[in-house]
């Protein structure tokens, strides 16, 4: 039976119903992203904790926002919290029970904040938590009186990270309470004291104290670290104590950027495996032992004894013999002391580039079959001695860098007895390639023929002129280098690698018609600053990913090889060419390719009426046109103007001398003839 007057009733209650119906079913909007049971709240402009969040997350991260305190009600609602990370923000304090209900948090994370200003009602929140395992106060301003205030009582604190703080000097106080620290960052600071500091961390393990400005580390008895960086410092000594019966357990010290004058006196039995000594003033002073024997070292502080040492007994180096990574880059080592290779029997990379070596002698020096890669470029090398036993003995030796040295002799056979020798740089030294056999033990060439093993051969700038056609017959090369060679002629000779070449370095050495359509692999190329007027066609059949053309004389780029090379090429090096302007089809073509990148794009130039532009001016289509129809209208005024002078000025003369037309005339045309 109808109902009359329900219809209006109904279409009103419908309304309310579908206005109701967004807000009843759908949750309210929050800034949080949630992810099973963490919420990522970053970069949402907040000023508190949100309070709309799923009460069982256990990971928070609040990064970059604008809250500035953590109120005594800002947890509460979130009793499963472990993590929670509240970096860069303005957070000035906590109140003091804003982890009432949070007592599974494990992981806080402060960094980059401002709890210089509320470091004492902060500390006392800190201590309520009784599971807290890592603790990130990095960048808050914190001196030590801070710090020591905020780390109270924090006995099961694991990790904790100071960094970027303000703390000039560590006494045994500040982290007195941390028992169980098994990792401590302190980089970043103005530390230029450490006294006992760590006297109550038997479990630290991982130590950064980089960046900062100690003179020194002395008495070093930490048995229990593994890892040490003392790093960017200014330490003259670094001295460990020799009376301790204990094995350390360093694995890894570095000291790398410093002012070591001597090597590190190391532990006299440890389990040392990497060693960095990099840009220090470090060099060895055995050829001075008849002059003086012992030194005297004063530390800072007259409590402490005073240390006597002799400098050149071979004891002092230490334990090595389970060091596997010596770093000794640029110091002012001339020579390696008598068996003091022979006390790292597992090393397998020693780095010395930037030195003073004079003389690289492998039969006295006796490396281990463990050592894998050798550096010993830009040192003052004139000399490598190896006889046939040391160099079988380096049978797993695979790179060796003898590059910028003054190396003019090598031993004949040098290369080829090093079995798995698998890349080799003597760049900048002046050895040939030998035409044959050398005859004699030292040669001033090499055969690299004879090293079959070899994948990476580094010849740039070594004067090289004729390169035999069958200097790299039998080889399987991946990567020649032969730049800064000028005139040497390679055509036949890298023909034998077609086959396996990918990177192939032919800058500045006058090449012009060079066929590369056979290497199907070469995947890197640099044919730079060899005054090419064009690109070779050939590379049009390759699929290269870099290409490196600088400093040539291209003018364009044909459109059918602009667009073979942007289908493959991910980098390109185009500054210091001569480009037309009016032809820039083929850079469009590289520009809308996105997997390419023009290096310095914003360098490159094109030639336009005798002037040079930045080509990315001259990439309107409009520039030529309108230049060209300017130059026509020029000239479309000009020359009538001329022409109308011209005519006015034989008008004006003619009316002024009107018997000097007669004259010209008569001059030219009436002559005298003989009957």
Known sequence: MPIHGSPPFLLHLLLVWRILIPGTCHPPVNHCKLMQNSAECNHRHLSSVPVDLSHTIEELQLNYNHITTLTDDSLIAYPSLKTLSVACNNLEKIEPIAFQESHLLASLNFANNNLHVGYQESSMALKTL?????????????????????????????????????????????????????????????LFEIDNAFHSNPKLQRLNLAFNYLPCLTNFHMTQLVVLNASYNFIDWFISRQDVNETFQLETLDLSHNNLLFFPFLPSRSRLQNLYLSYNRLSFYEHLANLSTTVEFYNLKNQSTNVSAQL????????????????????RVSYLPQGFVQKM??????????????????????????LYELGVSKNRLTQVEADEDSLIALSNLTYFNLSQNHLEMLPARL?????????????????????????NHFSRCVVWKDVPSLKKLFLKGCNIKIMPNSAFSGMTLTHLELSANPGI?????????????QH???GNTQIQNLDFSQFKMLKFLNISNNSLSRIPHSLSQLSLKSLDLRDNQISTIPSDLADALATSLNMVYLTGNPFNCCQTEWFRTFETQKTMYIVEKSDIECVYLFHMKRFVESLDPLFCSVEGESMLWYILLIVPVCVSS??????????????LLERSIKKKCLKSTSY
């Not at 290369?415 to 005859?439: G, K, M, R």
């Not at 036949?492 to 070449?501: A, D, G, K, V």
């Not at 006015?648 to 018997?659: C, D």
């Open 130 to 190: 009784p599971s807290l395992k890592a603790l990130d106060l990095s960048e808050n301003k914190l001196d030590e009186e801070m710090a020591a205030i905020l780390l109270q009582n924090l006995t099961s604190v694991e990790y904790l990270n100071l960094s970027g703080n303000l703390l000039q000097r560590l006494d045994e106080d500040i982290l007195s309470n941390l028992y169980q620290l098994k990792e401590l960052d302190l980089q970043r600071n103005v």
């Open 312 to 331: 050149w007994v071979e004891d002092l180096h230490g334990d090595l013999s389970s060091l596997r990574i010596l770093d000794l880059r640029a110091n």
């Open 345 to 370: 029997p597992l090393l397998s990379r020693l780095k010395m580039c930037l030195n003073c070596l004079e003389i690289l002698n492998f039969t006295s020096e006796r490396f281990s079959g463990s």
């Open 415 to 439: 290369f080829a007895s090093l079995s798995s020798l698998a890349s080799v740089d003597l760049s900048f030294n002046n050895i040939d390639v030998c035409l044959s056999e050398p005859a």
């Open 489 to 501: 002629n390679i055509q036949n000779s890298i023909q034998m690698l077609w086959r396996t070449l």
């Open 504 to 506: 192939l370095g032919l």
């Open 646 to 659: 011209l005519g006015i000025s034989i008008i004006v003369l003619l009316t002024l001398k009107p018997k």
